[in-house]
């Protein structure tokens, strides 16, 4: 059974970087058939893609976001991670991660339970 | 970017219900669509992937159809359990695979 975690912290200042880490169980993040993905949601809000890390550690993110945003991965964890610079209050959202077939064809079949991060001073 | 239209923003319906949302994307995607059901404070799932199957352990009552730039989730029967709010996402342009605004079932 594969499950996704986030942590990191819940609180983010103004302008300071957000970063959180999604632990993989059940699976690999070096996988060939994955886009290790990071989602997010603001309060009330719909879904927004921020992008994706794939086992070669390629990366693709949100054009909206890439001068921000950063998703790097630790094999030896077996976890990837998001790093979102700069951040506003804009940014305060859900954040998940989850697991997307690399092939595009059968959607996003595992998610994490997500994460609160909350920006302000 | 592929752009989503997705439709109505909100619906209200009855336990028993035949109810349709509509999803548009701006350029063809072929089948690369999928249906998320997300309920109030959990992660969405997905429903159909490739715009028309079912995923493993999803209630028949739910269907897709559709293909190019215009795509159709159906729930034949509405049970209590539905009340939630669904998102298409497409997979066809690399990224951003971007979903739609979502649909929000509600009691009537």
């Known amino acids: 059974q594969v499950q996704l975690q986030e942590s990191g912290p819940g609180l983010v200042k103004p302008s300071e970087t957000l970063s959180l880490t999604c632990t993989i169980s059940g699976d690999s993040v070096s996988s060939a058939n994955y886009y290790w993905t990071w989602i997010r949601q603001s309060p009330g809000k719909g879904l927004e893609w921020l992008g994706c890390?794939?086992?070669?550690?390629?990366?693709n993110y949100n054009p909206s976001l890439k001068s921000r945003v950063t998703i790097s991965v630790d094999k030896s964890k077996n976890q990837f991670s998001l790093k979102l610079s700069s951040v506003t209050a804009a940014d305060t959202a859900v954040y998940y991660c989850a697991r997307d077939r690399s092939n595009g064809w059968y959607g996003i079949d595992y998610w994490g339970q997500g994460t609160l991060v909350t920006v302000s001073s | 970017d592929i752009q989503m239209t997705q439709s109505p923003s909100s619906l209200s319906a009855s336990v028993g219900d035949r109810v349709t949302i509509t999803c548009r994307t701006s350029?063809?995607?072929?089948?690369?669509l999928h249906w998320y059901q997300q309920k109030a404070g959990k992660a969405p799932k997905v429903l159909i992937y490739?715009?028309?199957n079912l995923q493993t352990g999803v209630p028949s009552r739910f269907s897709g159809s559709g293909s190019g730039t215009d795509f159709t989730l159906t729930i034949s029967s509405l049970q209590p359990e539905d009340f939630a709010t669904y998102y298409c996402q497409q997979t066809y342009s690399d990224f951003p695979r971007t979903f739609g605004q979502g649909t929000k079932v509600e009691t009537k």
């Open positions: 350029q063809n995607i072929g089948s690369y």
């Open positions: 490739a715009a028309s």
């Open positions: 890390i794939y086992y070669s550690e390629n990366t």
